[in-house]
């Protein structure tokens, strides 16, 4: 089974600082990986999909990057509406089953 | 436009059983695989379970292997899970979510989800 670990779990920054958030997981997955953004009282929106595709309608500030086991989703310029837990997904071919990571709860000052 | 509405959810005493709706509109439900993916209250998402366009193939976490059961009703529009032996660690907020393979892989629908809460 493959662990997916995100860090750090907490991150506090302000408007215009740039968001580095981490995930790593215990053994390779190429590039089967997926950003997903929390607000409060949502349901969860895909961000990113194959490490370092933007999805539909994200904008140019969402990042990512990565393969195997290590991954980075970057945001370039804090806006307060990033306010929300983020999370990354890697997915297996088959069976094709999903695993989440733990989350990286971003905050805004 | 896309819409994927959950129901069913409730209190339930550990050992019972419930079963989850979700019906979705704005797409060809028939092409398409299905996961539910569940969330307990101030935790992470946790990926239940999906099914294949045809039914032909399900998966599941192993947490819920042999007691919960997922199906589908193309000509309904709807997306089911069964759930059986429930216990308190199954209490979570349950979304359905447009599980796709290619463009963009991933899972790129979801509900706003529906609770459920097994308690005695």
């Known amino acids: 089974e493959i662990v997916l670990t995100q860090s750090p779990a907490t991150l506090s920054l302000s408007p215009g600082e740039r968001a580095t958030l981490s995930c790593r997981a215990s053994q390779g997955v190429s590039s089967n990986l997926a950003w997903y953004q929390q607000k409060p009282g949502q349901a969860p929106r895909l961000l990113i999909y194959?490490?370092?595709n933007r999805a539909t309608g994200i904008p140019a500030r969402f990042s990512g990057s990565g393969s195997g086991t290590d991954f980075t989703l970057t945001i370039s310029s804090l806006e307060p509406e990033d306010l929300a837990v983020y999370y990354c997904q890697q997915r297996s071919t088959w069976p094709r089953m999903y695993t989440f990571g733990q989350g990286t709860k971003l905050e805004i000052k | 436009e896309v819409q994927l509405v959950e129901s069913g959810g409730g209190l339930v005493q550990p050992g019972g059983s419930l079963r989850l709706s979700c019906v979705v509109s704005?797409?060809?439900?028939?092409?398409?695989?299905m996961s539910w993916v569940r969330q307990a209250p101030g935790k992470g998402l946790e990926w239940v379970a999906n099914?294949?366009?045809?039914?032909?193939?399900?998966y599941y976490v192993d947490s819920v292997k042999g007691r919960f059961t997922i199906s589908r009703d193309n000509a309904k529009d709807s997306l089911y899970l069964h759930m059986n032996g429930l216990r308190a660690e199954d209490t979570a907020l349950y979304y359905c979510?447009?599980?796709?393979?290619?463009?963009?892989?991933?899972?790129?629908?979801w509900g706003q989800g529906t609770l459920v809460t097994v308690s005695s």
């Open positions: 099914i294949r366009q045809d039914g032909s193939e399900k």
């Open positions: 979510a447009r599980d796709v393979i290619v463009l963009p892989p991933g899972l790129d629908y």
């Open positions: 704005g797409f060809t439900f028939s092409s398409f695989w």
């Open positions: 194959d490490a370092s």
